[in-house]
C-alpha cells in the first residue's frame, strides 16, 4: 500500500464567490468555519464549549451532538 501525502501547490479560487479556504484569514475561518474535536473523557460538552470560547475570543460557541460513551466494564 502506497502511503503519500497529497498536497495541493496552487489555490485556484473564483473571487466573485469568495475566496478558497486554504486562503483565508485565521479571523475569517473562526468566524465562518468549524472546530473538530476529539473530547477527551471526563469534561462535558458544555464545559469543553467554554474553554473553546475562553481560548479563542469567540462570542458563540456550541457543539453539533454528543457522542459520549458510557462504558461499563
Not at 21 to 43: C, F
Request: net charge positive.
Amino acid at each position: 500500500m502506497n502511503k503519500e501525502w497529497l498536497v495541493r501547490s496552487h489555490e485556484a479560487s473564483l473571487t466573485i464567490y469568495g475566496k478558497y479556504p486554504g486562503a483565508r484569514s485565521t479571523g475569517e475561518l473562526m468566524h465562518n468555519g468549524l472546530l473538530l474535536l476529539d473530547k477527551p473523557q471526563g469534561p462535558t460538552s458544555h464545559q469543553v464549549d467554554n474553554w473553546v470560547k475562553a481560548l479563542t475570543g469567540v462570542g458563540k460557541c456550541s457543539h453539533g451532538g454528543t457522542l459520549e460513551l458510557n462504558r461499563f466494564n
